[in-house]
């Protein structure tokens, strides 16, 4: 028989083993209600309960000191530094995750003409969709990137690139939006606008940074007016735009690294521009002082656990740095985070939407409206495109001709699921016709294919190895990778590898705006064989064309064409797309028309010179102005009236097709000081259109007036510039002002 004080025992025993059942059951609740913290926080966003704000700083205070400290540097050990190229294409890059509160971080993937990670749609470059002159098209990409980004696990896609093309020499010109302050701005905010429906929109590289091979050493000098006026006003459009995050460039501006630039970080961005999200540095290099750049507002330093993760807890730990400056980054990071979260498209996408149908179709229409035809002379009694539909025998010769040629082998690079050359292209477009072709290495044997065909086509330019990212350079400072490094003999050899290694990659800044001297070769043999030759340029910026471009009837930009280049090269030159694209560049004539550009600089002064505006103040005649493009039919635009003040105004234009086919312009609005000697053309409007033969329509353009205002550095306010501005519709750049009228205001007598 059991004791009485056994049987109290077994009762002691079994109440403690039920209190810890239940202990052991609320343990779990409350680790279950830890890991759903901050998909609760973004609920309460949604209901209104909380702002994005208010639920950042709830989570902040949840957070252990190693957890607030781990959120402003990327969560990748530093020994993935080497593998980063081939990890960047496989997963997304996390920084700041705190799995214990279910705080997912910032998940990167790069992407400016496409998602990088796994095999996605490969769009065209972004200077191949600035030609489009077409917003709405840009924001249909961008939502479709951010969509297969956000399929791909991301959160934040580093796809808005605003640099401005100040040179066509910058090997990530592509990568561009090419050489106008309101063009570059308005394409930026239109992707900024279509990505961050689904992920967080980052934009690059803030600021001054138009070369590659110097990148991480250039100091740039620039006075104020050039730097707001010029440079600055894209990413302004972006940030007004809702962009979520700015990523600090490699380059230095007036002595200062620009993560530590407390003046363009803070003072401009924050205060003056009021910009809210948070700050990222460029990759690896792009971090120079764990403090200093902390303190100038540069929040998370990626992608890796580099100078932060050495400095910044001890510095804390010693009263180095104000924690009040760990949480004010912190709770930019949070709160952006959580309104994002809050505010993005609720369906969840699968894998289905990657390289799908639509994004195909998106993808080829992007190309076949960014294409710029340059040139279509008659040959014979019309001009000599588009292609007859009965034509029975093509060649297509040139080394790009059977290539998937996408463009620089960088951070963007995109891997589609399959491609189009535009060899394949027209075939498929012309399955009646004979089509032959040739490499181009034996220009007379090429010749020969040529004179026995109805028509040539020579696809040359350039490709990965010409132009791109310079993903290994000499000017790196290795001293990132730890104290070991900062020198002595382990930073010396390091560094003597880097600038060894730097000469043999691929990429980099253009050493010649020509075509390679083989390309030049086939040309002139073939157009002489056959004179009905269309030359067709694969590029990421300006190709100087002086030396050939008189004895060739038809001349096409192609761009990076994406993965459905081929088809839409091909639709194009058979006449079943317009091909739609506006220069977004001024091609001269002369290389030396344009501003100064040494590859290895290790300081630049930037100025309110280049591109057109430099042609138009020195009076150089381009080949081809800014703007300029045409199409299958022909378009008369004329002003009707316009209104204008200081906020921007509108501009009526009358537009006809005057041509019989259906086809596109691009209305562009200019004004210029009309009492310079030589008066500088400014972009103030445009707006794409489409038109029947024969039809019309008023076209209402809208106008910014930032070209026309001036910034004063002491007050930062804006306005007018002085001068006799007057104003004019256009197709391009204009070349004269005749039929201007006054750039009036608001409040003058109509026209």
Known sequence: MTSTAGRR????????????????????????????????????????????????????????????????????????????????????????????????????????????????????????????????????????????????????????????????????????YGDDPLLTGQLGAAMTRGVRVNVM??????????????????????????????????????VDAGADSIMSAYNRVRGDYMDVNRALLTDVLRREWGFTGFVTSDWVFGTHDAVASLEAGMDIEMPLRLIRARDLPPAIRSGGVARDLVLRSARRILSTSLSHAAAREPAEPTGTVIASPAHRALARQAAEESMVLLKNDPVGPAPLLPLSPGIRRLAVVGRLANRANLGDHGSSRVRPPSTVSPLQGLREAL?????????????????????????????????QHDEGESVVTGGVDVGVLGRGFHSGLSRRTLTGLAHVASRFVRGGDRASLELRPE???????????????????????????????????ALLIAWYGGMEGGHALARVLTGEAEPGGRLPFVLPTDAAHLPPFDSAAKAVVYDDRWGQRRL???????????????????????????????????????????????????????????????????????????LPPGAQVTARVRLDAGPTLQRDPESRRWSPRGGDWAVLTA???????????????AADDPV
């Open 431 to 463: 399955p009646a016709a004979h089509v032959t072709t040739a490499s181009g290495e034996d220009a007379p044997a090429a010749a020969a294919l040529a004179a026995a065909a109805e028509v040539a086509v020579v696809v040359v330019g350039l490709d």
């Open 9 to 176: 025992a077994v009762r002691a025993l079994t109440r403690r083993t039920r209190l810890a059942s239940r202990a052991s059951t609320g343990a779990a609740r409350a680790a279950r209600a830890d890991r759903g913290a901050f998909d609760e926080a973004v609920r309460s966003i949604r209901a209104g309960s909380l702002t994005a704000d208010g639920a950042a700083g709830h989570l902040l205070a949840r957070l252990t000191d190693r957890e607030l400290v781990g959120l402003l540097d990327g969560d990748s050990p530093r020994l993935l530094l080497p593998f980063i190229p081939v990890l960047l294409g496989r997963r997304p890059f996390v920084a700041g995750a705190v799995p214990r509160l279910g705080i997912p971080g910032i998940r990167f993937s790069d992407g400016t003409r496409g998602v990088v990670i796994g095999a996605s749609t490969a769009f065209p470059v972004t200077i191949a969709r600035a030609a489009t002159w077409d917003p709405a098209l840009e924001e249909r990409v961008g939502r479709a990137i951010g969509l297969e980004t956000r399929a791909r696990g991301a959160n934040y896609s580093a796809s808005v690139c605003v640099n401005l093309l100040r040179h066509p020499a910058w090997g990530r010109a592509q990568e561009s």
């Open 616 to 690: 138009d103040a020195e009076g150089n005649v381009p080949a081809f102005p800014f703007g300029f493009g045409l199409g299958y039919t022909t378009f008369d635009c004329r002003l009707l009236e316009h209104s204008f003040d200081d906020s921007g105004g509108w501009a009526n234009v009358l537009v006809t097709n005057t041509g019989e086919r259906t086809g596109s312009t691009v209305v562009q609005v200019y004004a210029a000081d009309l009492s310079r000697v030589r008066p500088i053309a400014q972009l103030l409007g445009f707006q794409k259109v489409a």
């Open 201 to 238: 929109a980052c934009v690059k590289h803030f600021a001054l940074n138009s070369m590659e091979n110097e990148r991480f050493e250039v100091d740039v000098t620039v006075d104020e007016h050039a730097l707001h006026e010029v440079y600055l006003p894209q990413f302004k459009a972006v």
């Open 519 to 553: 390309d030049v070769r086939l040309i002139r043999a073939v157009v002489a064989a056959n004179p009905r030759t269309v030359v067709v340029l694969v590029g990421g910026s300006a190709i100087l064309t002086e030396g050939w471009r008189h004895s060739v009837p």
């Open 731 to 745: 197709q391009h750049s204009p070349d004269g002002w005749a039929g201007a009228v006054p750039l009036r205001r």
